[in-house]
């Protein structure tokens, strides 16, 4: 008789190996992690603008309303800074925004402790974030110009994680300094993180993408950049991106009136700790189907488990509920980044995923303003409206737009962008 041969058990190793093959690339642990550290002002500038301005203030609103003009500047900078990188390199450019930021970062901090009129709040955050280059964009690039197509889903879900990890380490960090020092410290400490990071990353050469020279016709090179298929993630970004600028403001107002305005980053973490188990899950699946239908469907999935959000009356169900609905946040972000990636047009890859990053700062913009003035009109717990319903949105916009980004028939010998999806 026959013995049953026996399973041998799945090794980490053997289960992780995507991840483990994106970093035999030569220089690829180097940029990644410098592209890490480079991000922290994402999460941590907007909540640490909120802090800052509600603590010399009190106000919500105006806090809301600072905060987003800072995501808005830097959602209409990060294409220009994209588009000069592709010409002129990354290295160059980063040096110089780098500088920029650090000076007008701490500027603005400067006004609203000195107590500076408040137009001029408003005019430094807005030079605060068009200083701030998207990395994240920056390492995607990168990536692509290393990997074939089989492993861009990988490095992408890659990169979403560590975008999590981020999210999951940078608003407590700014929490706890705004509120256990000082709201200043909190703020200045995600200015320094995003300068070195920067700059590390720019030190980089020999991993940059190659460089692509102005095209002499812009016009037929502006419409190549603006594709169906960008536009439609782009639009569907944005309501992704309320979402997460509201939850900001209604979770540290949330927190405050349940006595504990500390706990508020803990509690925003939860949210990325979610995405981030997705974002891990999600960069090994042999998932079916196209690029396209994969956008859409992570889009529904995640307007469906944000209408979660209706039901908080408590942290402890908050926190639940946060990390349920962030486990639908890194497939919507590593789709909507793959299909755009799979359509790009040659030369402008790194303008086209700053564009996404727009998109859902364009949202933040949105959501931190909306948010603020929902708290103190209705209440925290009744502001979970504004988030619940921009994911319900951006479902209906991903739904809405499945007819422009499906796929189409190509003649023979041609290719649209580098892969299909």
């Known amino acids: 008789m026959a013995r049953k041969r026996e399973k041998k058990p799945v090794s980490p190793r053997t289960l992780l190996g995507p991840y483990v093959q994106l970093f035999a690339v030569p220089g690829s642990a180097a940029f990644s ?7 922290f002002p994402a999460p941590m500038l907007g909540l640490g603008a909120v802090l800052l301005v509600e603590g010399e203030t009190g106000s919500y609103g105006l806090a809301g309303a600072v905060s987003g003009t800072l995501a808005l500047s830097y959602a209409v900078a990060g294409p220009l800074w994209a588009r000069l990188m592709d010409r002129r390199g990354q290295g160059t450019v980063l040096r110089i925004a780098m500088a920029a930021f650090l000076l007008t970062g701490v500027a603005f901090l400067a006004a609203v402790v000195g107590g500076t009129p408040r137009w001029s709040w408003f005019l430094l955050a807005a030079a605060t974030g068009f200083s701030s280059p998207n990395i994240g964009s920056l390492v995607r690039a990168r990536w692509s110009a290393v990997l074939d197509s089989s492993g861009r889903q990988t490095a992408y879900a890659f990169e979403a994680v560590a975008d999590e990890v981020v999210f999951v380490l940078g608003p407590p960090l700014v929490t706890l300094l705004a509120t256990l020092i000082a709201p200043p410290v909190g703020f200045l400490t995600g200015i320094l993180l995003g300068v070195v990071g920067g700059l590390w990353l720019a030190a980089q050469h020999a991993t940059e993408p190659p460089l692509h020279r102005v095209d002499p016709d812009a016009p037929k090179r502006r419409r190549s950049v603006l594709t169906p298929t960008l536009l439609v993630v782009v639009i569907t970004y944005m309501a992704v991106g309320t979402v997460f600028g509201a939850i900001d403001v209604v979770v540290i107002g949330f927190a405050e009136e349940e006595g504990a305005h500390a706990f508020s980053g803990l509690v925003l973490a939860v949210f990325a700790l979610g995405s981030l188990v997705a974002g891990l899950v999600y960069g090994l699946a042999k998932l079916p189907g196209t690029l396209a239908a994969r956008f859409v469907g992570t889009a529904v999935a995640f307007a469906l488990a944000a209408q979660l959000l209706w039901g908080v009356g408590s ?4 926190v639940g509920c946060g990390f349920l609905a962030g486990l639908t946040i890194a497939p919507v972000l ?4 793959s299909l755009v990636e799979s359509r790009v047009t040659p ?5 086209s995923l700053a564009w996404t990053i727009t998109g859902l700062t364009l949202g933040v913009t949105a959501g931190s303003a909306l948010a603020g003035a929902a708290v103190d009109a209705w209440g925290a717990e009744q502001a979970f ?3 619940a319903g921009a994911a319900a949105l951006a479902g209906l916009l991903a739904l809405g737009g499945a007819a ?3 796929e189409r028939r190509v003649p023979a010998g ?3 962008g580098r892969t299909t999806g």
């Open 385 to 387: 409206a504004v988030p």
């Open 404 to 406: 422009l980004i499906g």
């Open 334 to 337: 590593v789709s909507g980044t």
């Open 347 to 351: 030369g402008v890859l790194t303008e």
């Open 414 to 416: 041609l290719v649209e």
């Open 33 to 39: 992690l410098a592209a890490w550290v480079g991000r």
């Open 315 to 318: 942290l402890p169900v908050l």
